[in-house]
């Protein structure tokens, strides 16, 4: 099943066919009156050097002044090949049609709203015969129906036509379209580039990237340059103006050689102030008990940090060098 974009907005033309496999372009007079086109001719040119195939208004009163709009534009330098002339469906429209085709040109009769119409087209041998889905429904009409009536006399007759869904007003219809079988749709570049979105799909897809870098991450790969060290020596007031400084709600103390006697949390300060008063301000950090802090190595995957913060609920962890402090690693750390 083709896929074309129906637009005359250069940037979303070029944005849309970044994406490598649409089958063509649609345009009307609408789209280019709404941009505010002046030259219709130098855009159909622009146009038809950006995209595979270019589908393009060719209109008259007659068969015969459309045939010769057609030859005027072909003369712009635009390949026969690749250019398909729509034509309103009319009784000159699908005699042009036929006048059209029997010089190998290729045809899309459009503004279709009938079986009647369509058969006409197709007996004209139109290369696409185009019902206006949106437009039909907006009249209360089943314009599926009629979608389905003529792909089922195209397969059913044998006619050499292909049916495009048109009108596309919502991602519901690209659906309907696949669904009664059409065999080109063309479509607003706002409604396809929603056509691959899904709540379920971004869920799934986070949390694969979310579980990816847990496990080729390191710990050292996260966490910052802050690392809020005090000695044992310390002054608990000292500890919490630079427990504050770093913004952490903790701090780590090590000993004359460096090494880690454990951790002191915003936690472990509230409880000690309700037990003890504000006499504990003036001791020194050696004076307080440290249980073994929660820990993990910089070289370890973040996989195991997210389990320590899973199963112990913490919100920060000490990260370590061997048995040297290297900083702390925050919850949130986890999230960036």
Not at 100 to 121: E, F, I, K, P, W
Not at 204 to 211: D, L, P, S
Not at 240 to 268: H, L, R, S, W
Not at 315 to 333: A, E, S
Request: hydrophobic share 40%; proline share 3%.
């Amino acid at each position: 099943m083709e896929l074309y974009l129906d637009s005359a907005d250069l940037k979303e033309i070029e944005e849309a066919f970044k994406l490598g496999f649409l089958d063509g372009l649609t345009t009307t007079p609408t789209f280019m009156h709404r941009g505010g086109v002046t030259d219709v001719d130098s855009l159909i040119v622009k146009l038809s050097k950006m995209v595979p195939v270019l589908q393009i208004e060719a209109l008259g009163n007659t068969a015969e002044e459309v045939v010769k709009e057609a030859e005027r534009q072909l003369k712009l330098g635009l390949d026969p090949q690749k250019t398909v002339f729509k034509i309103p469906v009319s009784l000159e429209g699908v005699r042009a049609c036929k006048m059209l085709r029997d010089r190998g040109l290729l045809v899309n009769v459009h503004l279709v709203y009938t079986l009647q119409q369509a058969y006409m087209a197709m007996k004209a041998g139109a290369t696409y015969v185009c019902p206006l889905v949106g437009r039909l429904q907006d009249q209360g009409h089943d314009a599926l129906e009629l979608v389905a009536q003529c792909v089922f006399a195209v397969d059913h007759y044998g006619y050499n036509t292909k049916i495009m869904f048109s009108s596309v007003r919502n991602a519901e219809h690209i659906r309907n379209a696949i669904n009664v079988g059409v065999h080109t749709i063309t479509a607003p570049w706002k409604i396809m580039k929603s056509l691959t979105d899904n709540n379920l799909t971004t869920l799934g897809t986070e949390q694969f990237i979310e579980h990816t870098r847990l496990v080729t991450m390191k710990v050292k790969d996260v966490i910052s340059d802050i690392n809020p060290v005090v000695g044992m020596n310390t002054v608990l007031t000292d500890a919490i103006v630079k427990m504050t400084e770093y913004g952490f709600g903790a701090i780590t103390i090590t000993d004359n050689d460096g090494n880690v006697k454990g951790i002191f949390t915003d936690g472990d300060m509230r409880r000690a102030l309700q037990k003890e008063g504000q006499a504990i301000l003036k001791k020194k950090m050696s004076e307080f008990t440290y249980g073994q802090p929660l820990a993990v190595q910089q070289t370890d995957a973040l996989t195991v940090a997210n389990d320590i913060f899973k199963h112990k609920h913490v919100d920060t962890i000490l990260v370590l060098d061997g048995t040297k402090p290297v900083g702390m690693l925050d919850i949130q750390d986890l999230a960036q």
